[in-house]
């Protein structure tokens, strides 16, 4: 009788010897999020984040390009003057703001993109800003170009991509332990795909706790900047009336709703009126 035989492994042992491994996956997943707690030297917030604010900085210049290319093209600032403009208002809110202050102040790059299609304004890690055609030729002061570029440099210092980046690779980890763990069993598809939803709900609901803080920041910034937080009232109407006939809901939005984020605003202005109403605010020079 031979000592080692081809005898296979019963199946209850190899549905436990899986959801062991998928066990070790997920605690080893856990314990690498948590290792990357570190503080928001601007907001204070304890953050678990993926990359170093060096690293933030090179994935975005890296990405940039690209970004641009997909969305018209970055407009010369020397050869037109909405392009310097916005070159312009971004470089006062970081020289006057507390994102000046941050670890990104050398690394903001602020550029208009030729897309007259795409109502949009986005940040990349480490600091490349962007807003599109469709958006600025939409806003009507200098303000309300203040409070978008306000709120982009928010998501910059909030290190919103890096955290998004850590929590997506948590919820990777996780739905690859689930696939381990659910593998040879008659529903392990369905667990799999389950998993899936559940991490993409997630993230969604982290990104609009993002938005939140985004907006607080921007607020705050452009006011420091020396425009009127009421700008980003105008903001809003600009995006609700863009958002007319595509909207979705809102728990399924990456992006609170205009009508939502009016809330934030009302309350930033409520909160501070007697600091804003005694401090030297404008509007800015009129776009148009």
């Known amino acids: 009788m031979p000592v080692f035989g ?13 959801w062991i491994i998928a066990a070790v996956i997920a605690v080893g997943a856990i314990i690498g999020f948590y290792s990357k707690t570190s503080v928001n030297p601007v907001t204070g917030e304890k953050q678990r984040v993926a990359l170093s604010p060096d690293q933030e900085k090179a994935l975005g210049l ?17 050869r037109d003057r909405d392009a310097a403009l916005v070159a312009e208002v971004g470089a006062k809110i970081v020289r006057l703001s507390d994102a000046g202050r941050s670890n990104y102040a050398d690394n903001f790059n602020f550029q208009l993109l030729d897309d007259t299609q795409t109502v949009n304004a986005f940040a990349l890690p480490g600091g490349q800003i962007f807003i599109t055609r469709a958006l600025f030729d939409r806003l009507e002061t200098e303000g309300q170009l203040a409070g978008v570029l306000g709120h982009e440099a928010g998501h910059v210092v909030g290190r919103h991509s890096a955290e998004q980046m850590a929590k997506g690779q948590l919820g990777q980890m996780l739905v690859t332990a689930v696939a381990v763990g659910a593998s040879g069993e008659e529903r392990g598809q369905f667990a799999m795909v389950a998993a899936q939803m559940a991490n993409q709900m997630t993230q969604l609901h982290y990104g ?81």
């Open 62 to 78: 890296e990405a940039a390009p690209q970004m641009a290319r997909q969305m018209g093209g970055a407009v010369d600032p020397r």
């Open 208 to 288: 609009r706790d993002d938005e939140v803080q985004a907006d607080t920041l921007g607020l705050k910034y452009m006011a420091q900047a020396g425009y009127h937080p009421r700008g980003m009232l105008g903001v809003m109407k600009v995006l609700a009336d863009a958002s007319k006939g595509s909207r979705q809901p809102e728990f399924l939005a990456s992006h609170p709703h205009p009508e939502s984020r009016l809330e934030t605003i009302d309350k930033y202005l409520n909160d501070n009126k007697a600091q804003l109403d005694q401090a030297n605010l404008s509007d800015g020079q009129p776009l148009r």
């Open 6 to 18: 081809n005898r296979g492994i019963a199946p209850g042992r190899g549905m436990n010897l899986r």
